[in-house]
Every structure is written in C-alpha cells, then in structure tokens.
C-alpha cells in the first residue's frame, strides 16, 4: 500500500541553524500539508499546497518556514534559523485527486533544537 | 472559529472489552468531515475511521465505529474487543471546508489496554 515517507526521523541542530525536512507523498496525490505537533500538546496545522503554491499558511508559518517540490516526488520544508520552540514533531501528509479527500500522514520528522 | 474537544486525557480498558472516546466540536458549517488518528508510541498518524456530515449512516471499520451526533456536534469513537495494540492517543479531527481543508485537531485522548 503507497504510503507517504519522511525523512530524517530524528534531526538534531542548533539555535539559529537552518533545517530542512524532507517528504516524499503518495506519487498521485495533488494536496500536501505540513504539521506539527509540540511534545504534549495539539496538532497544529503550519501551511497547505496546491499547484505549486501555498494556498493557506497558519499563523505559525512565518518568514522562518518555507515550503517546496523541487521535483515531481518530494516537498521540503525549510526552516531558515531555528528556535528552541521549533523543537516537535514535523508531519507531513498528501491528499489525493479529489480536495475532499482523506489526509495520509508520514511517519514524522523529530526535531530537536538545543 | 471550528473547535474540537476531547475531554477525557486518559482511558482504560481491560483486553477484549469495548470502550468509547469522547469527542466534540462546535462549527458554523453544516458540511464538513471527520475523522479518527490513531498515534502509537511510534509517533505516526494513522487514520482510523472517517465521517462524511452529510451521511446519517455511522462509519464502521471492523472493531472501530463511530456515534455521529450532528445536532449534538458529538463524534465518539467506539472500539469493541479492545486489544493490546489498540493502546495508544486517539485524536479527534474536524476537516474544514474551505480552499485548504486544514484539519483542526483536538487535544488526544490516551487509551490504555489492560492485559
């Protein structure tokens, strides 16, 4: 079963120091979202994409994040110069054709930033 | 603005037993989704079961079914014959329907399998 991959698992880094976080979709899907989740406390949606462009970001998704598909599989998101509050769990998920569609969840990426 | 609750943090059930997990939400749309994670401790999301606002039907899948309340805004998860690998956090999602159908996510329930 096609299932969406996320890579590093664990990435540790630096304050100040720019990450990026990488994601492979489900090869059909056209919606891609970036999550995170806070050690203990709600998902929380960061930015959605469509068509080769964000089409909702969240407050949290500031001029620190970026989002991108480089190529036809993967969709990266960048963070520029990390925090200590940028320290969770980064999930990455597709949709697929239809924008009703049910969201899949990659296995997440930990972040940790000391 | 859309909200979801779950208001049990934690709970338990003996194997084999049937529990059920709250989950509310308040919302001004009368078309929506939603949906039921599962989180194990390897941290991946994993979609259990989906309700479509529009269906009077409750979803079933297999020992997952849902209770779907609209006028109530009520969505609980039901999981008969609890097994050990059921334990884990149980999020509750509300899918809102605009052009990028984020989803809102309540606080996670944690379910505990007793042997």
């Known amino acids: 079963e096609p299932e969406v991959t996320q890579t590093p698992s664990h990435q540790v880094t630096q304050m100040g120091q720019e990450v990026i976080l990488r994601c492979v979709p489900i090869s059909n899907h056209l919606y891609f979202y970036w999550y995170r989740q806070i050690l203990g406390q709600k998902v929380e949606f960061l930015v959605s994409f469509y068509n080769n462009e964000i089409s909702e970001k969240s407050e949290i998704f500031d001029d620190q994040f970026s989002v991108e598909r480089p190529d036809g599989s993967n969709f990266t998101l960048k963070i520029r110069s990390t925090k200590l509050e940028d320290s969770a769990m980064y999930f990455c998920a597709s949709a697929g054709q239809g924008i009703e569609d049910t969201q899949y969840f990659g296995p997440g990426t930990r972040l940790t930033v000391l | 603005a859309q909200t979801v609750t779950q208001s049990q943090p934690e709970m338990s059930v003996q194997e084999a037993e049937t529990v059920t997990l709250s989950c509310t939400y308040d919302?001004?749309?009368?078309?929506?989704?939603l949906f039921w994670y599962k989180q194990p401790p390897s941290r991946q999301m994993i979609l259990v079961i989906r309700?479509?606002?529009?269906k009077q039907q409750n979803a079933t899948e297999n020992r997952f079914s849902v209770n779907f309340q609209k006028a109530a805004k009520s969505f609980s998860l039901k999981i008969s014959d609890s097994q050990l690998g059921d334990a884990a956090m149980y999020f509750c999602?509300?899918?809102?329907?605009?052009?990028?159908?984020?989803?809102?996510w309540g606080a996670g329930t944690k379910l505990i399998i007793k042997p």
């Open positions: 309700q479509e606002a529009y």
């Open positions: 919302t001004s749309e009368s078309d929506y989704y």
């Open positions: 999602a509300y899918r809102v329907l605009d052009s990028n159908y984020q989803l809102i």
